[in-house]
């Protein structure tokens, strides 16, 4: 690279890993040339959704931004998008991560929009961790952050939930069109050979298939209805157990209850259990939990790509838990949760 080009390039600042903002050049030199900031991918959230129909106009880039903000588990995220071909990049990330430079003239590129185009699954070193990512037709489709280098498994779960967005229906027509053409010829070499004896062959095979297609019917109802009665067997032992777990949990409802009309107020452990109720299915440990004064006080701990959007909605959808509020916790990867807590439904 030449000495010229060197000098017209902007300034690249970087936010690191660890949330601190790495400035470079003097302020002359950003003010002349302009900053751009990279910005860890430890910080950001990203997904691959298909373009809007259409041309690519102000009404599509409205489109595309309102999902993406919808899709950000950010309550209140920076957006980036990037269209290649059929699809969208979406590049979120909080914005708060950013307040030291409120006023500055900056590009913010999450730092794998500087990775070169490439194909299929890898796996990068970056600061403070590791980046998965699944490209596709030289698109990147699929993008996930780990802390520590993912063992096996962790790395075959990433790559196997990713989609494949390759359309292979032409192919595969085409290639069944061949090979019934090929089928048709060979028919007709065979019928042009038939002798008598085939023709009787012919009319045992037409008789015997029927019989043995209806033989195979009944071994398989016969065999479903072994295991229907495996089944009905099993239900009728574990049957007790869940009759006797029912009423445990009914007495346990009736304890709750009575706490909170005594009280006026609701038992910790209710909290607790709409919140485990709401949240099942989130990859995400309870560090910390509280209910004080009929506020719920939660701090979880998860990956970024822990999808925070979905969890809120969960919990607003709850009919006990108004008010739900979603912040930064002190340390990267938490987030602490803040709801009320009525003992009864909503109003």
């Given at each position: ?5 060197r ?33 860890s ?32 588990p ?62 596709q ?6 993008s ?12 075959r ?8 967005f ?8 085409a ?5 019934i ?23 045992i ?13 009944w ?22 157990e ?29 909290a ?10 989130f990859d ?15 701090e979880?701990?998860?990956?970024s ?5 979905s ?16 912040e930064?916790?002190?340390?990267p ?11 009864g439904?909503?109003?």
């Amino acid at each position: 690279m030449s000495q010229s080009s060197r000098f017209l390039k902007p300034v690249d600042s970087r936010v690191t890993a660890a949330g601190s903002i790495d400035r470079r050049g003097t302020p002359l030199r950003r003010l002349v040339f302009g900053e751009r900031v990279v910005l860890s991918r430890r910080h950001c959230h990203f997904e691959s959704i298909p373009a809007p129909a259409g041309k690519r106009d102000l009404r599509a880039i409205q489109a595309a931004k309102l999902a993406a903000r919808a899709r950000s588990p950010f309550k209140n995220p920076e957006i980036r998008l990037v269209w290649s071909g059929g699809r969208v990049g979406i590049w979120s990330w909080p914005k708060n991560i950013l307040e030291p430079l409120a006023g500055a003239e900056v590009d913010i590129v999450p730092e794998s929009l500087l990775d070169p185009v490439a194909e299929g699954e890898v796996l990068r070193r970056r600061d403070g961790g590791f980046e998965g990512q699944v490209w596709q037709g030289g698109q990147l489709v699929a993008s996930r952050w780990w802390d520590h280098e993912p063992d096996e498994a962790q790395w075959r779960r990433f790559v196997r939930a990713v989609p494949a967005f390759g359309d292979t229906s032409e192919r595969t027509d085409a290639k069944g069109d061949v090979d019934i053409a090929a089928l048709v010829n060979r028919a007709g070499d065979a019928v042009s050979r038939i002798r008598a004896r085939d023709y009787l062959a012919l009319a045992i095979l037409l008789l015997l298939v029927p019989a043995l297609y209806l033989g195979g019917q009944w071994l398989r109802a016969t065999m479903t209805a072994d295991a229907l009665e495996r089944e009905l067997a099993t239900l009728a032992e574990s049957s007790s157990e869940v009759v006797a777990a029912r009423a445990q949990s009914m007495a346990l409802a009736g304890t709750l209850q009575t706490y909170a009309e005594l009280l006026e107020a609701p038992h910790p452990a209710a909290a607790l259990a709409v919140f485990a109720e709401a949240a099942a299915g989130f990859d995400a440990t309870l560090e910390t939990f509280a209910v004080r004064d009929g506020r719920m006080e939660i701090e979880l701990a998860g990956n970024s790509d822990l999808p925070l959007a979905s969890l809120v909605e969960a919990l607003e959808d709850t009919p006990v838990l108004r008010d739900v509020r979603l912040e930064p916790g002190g340390r990267p990867d938490r987030w602490r949760i803040f709801a009320t807590f009525e003992s009864g439904g909503r109003s």
